[in-house]
C-alpha cells in the first residue's frame, strides 16, 4: 500500500481510537499492526530528531488541507478584535526556559497574592514544550493536579492526552497551562478577582512561548481569555476567535466529555482539534 493511504488511514485509525466514534471496517484491520509499528516508530524517531524545537513549522500541509481551513473559516464568525496588539518578542528556546524557570520558581511557587494560596498543597505553573504550536489551558488544578504540581493529571488528564495523541502529537510536544495556578477548595470555579490577580502569570507565559494557537478547554477558560463573561460554550466550540492576534479556539473541558461520554461530544471536540491541525499545517484525517 502507498505511504500516504497508510498515512491516511493511520490518521483516521488514531482518531477513531482515541475518540471511539465509528467502527473500523475490515478493509481497514489489515493496517491496524503497521500503523501501531510506524507510530511506535514516527514517536521514536519524532523525539530522537526534534526534541526541543517549534513543532509544526516542518509539517507539510496535505492537499486537503486548504480546503477544509476554507470551509472551517467560513463557517466562523468574525474573530474578536484583541484588546491589546501581541508584540512580545520571539526569545530563542534557552530563554524561555530561563524566564518560565525563573517566574515558576522565583514567583508563583511562593505567590500568596490571592486567597487560593491558603488551602493549596502545590502551585502548578504548567508545563511542556516552550516552542509548543499549541497551548492548552484549564480553568484551575483539581485535586490530583495539586498533589502532584503538574496540570492535567488525572482522569481529565488522560482525556487530554488521548485527544493530543488523535492529534497526532506527545503530550511533551505541546504546553498545558491553567487560568489560575492553586486549586480552588473543592474545585470551584474561580472567582473573578482569583482570576484577576493570577492571570498576569498566564499572560506572561503566552508571551513567552509565543503559541501559533491557543485551545480554551472549558467555559470559564474561554470566558477568561475572550473577557466575554456572557458566552456559552455549545454556541462558542468550533468556532475561531483571536487573544491577542493568537488564534483561540474554544473546546470542551476533557472533565465535561467524562461526564458527557457521547457520539455528539465527541465529535464535537475532535472537530475542534482538526480545525487547530488544519490550522497548523498538520496532516488531518478526512473522516
Ligand atoms: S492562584 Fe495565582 S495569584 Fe492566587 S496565590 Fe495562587 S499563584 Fe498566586
New binding site residues.
Given amino acids: 500500500m502507498e505511504s500516504a493511504t497508510i498515512n491516511r488511514v493511520r490518521l483516521w485509525l488514531r482518531s477513531e481510537r482515541a475518540f471511539g466514534l465509528s467502527s473500523v471496517p475490515a478493509r481497514a484491520s489489515a493496517v491496524v499492526e503497521q500503523e501501531e509499528q510506524e507510530q511506535a516508530e514516527l514517536s521514536t524517531t519524532h523525539g530522537a530528531q526534534h526534541p526541543d524545537r517549534a513543532l509544526f513549522a516542518s509539517v507539510a500541509a496535505p492537499k486537503n488541507t486548504a480546503s477544509r481551513a476554507q470551509a472551517d473559516s467560513s463557517q466562523a464568525r468574525p474573530a474578536q478584535q484583541p484588546a491589546q496588539a501581541f508584540d512580545a518578542p520571539h526569545l530563542s528556546t534557552a530563554e524561555k526556559k530561563s524566564r518560565l524557570i525563573a517566574m515558576d520558581s522565583n514567583e ?1 511557587r511562593g ?4 486567597r ?2 491558603e488551602k ?1 498543597t502545590n ?1 502548578v505553573f504548567g508545563e511542556g514544550n516552550v516552542d509548543a504550536g499549541i497551548v492548552f489551558i484549564g480553568e484551575g488544578p483539581g485535586e490530583n493536579e495539586d498533589l502532584q504540581g503538574r496540570p492535567f493529571v488525572g482522569r481529565a488528564g488522560e482525556m487530554l492526552n488521548k485527544w493530543i495523541a488523535a492529534m497526532g502529537l506527545r503530550r511533551e510536544d505541546v504546553y498545558i497551562a491553567n487560568i ?3 486549586r480552588p477548595p473543592n474545585n470551584r470555579e474561580p472567582a473573578p478577582d ?1 482570576v484577576a ?2 492571570t498576569p ?1 498566564l499572560q506572561r507565559q503566552l508571551e513567552i512561548i509565543r503559541p501559533k494557537v491557543i485551545v480554551t478547554l472549558g467555559l470559564p477558560s474561554l470566558k477568561h481569555m475572550t473577557g466575554d463573561a456572557k458566552l456559552a460554550m455549545g454556541r462558542s466550540r468550533g468556532i475561531w476567535r483571536e487573544w491577542r492576534g493568537i488564534k483561540l479556539m474554544p473546546t470542551f473541558h476533557p472533565a465535561y466529555i467524562l461526564r458527557n461520554y457521547t457520539d455528539e461530544t465527541r465529535a464535537a471536540v475532535w472537530s475542534d482539534l482538526k480545525m487547530v491541525m488544519a490550522e497548523l499545517g498538520m496532516p488531518v484525517p478526512k473522516r
Avoid at 111 to 114: A, G, L, P, S, V
Fill in positions: 508563583v505567590c500568596t497574592k490571592c487560593l494560596c493549596r502551585t489560575v495556578k492553586c482569583e490577580t493570577c502569570y
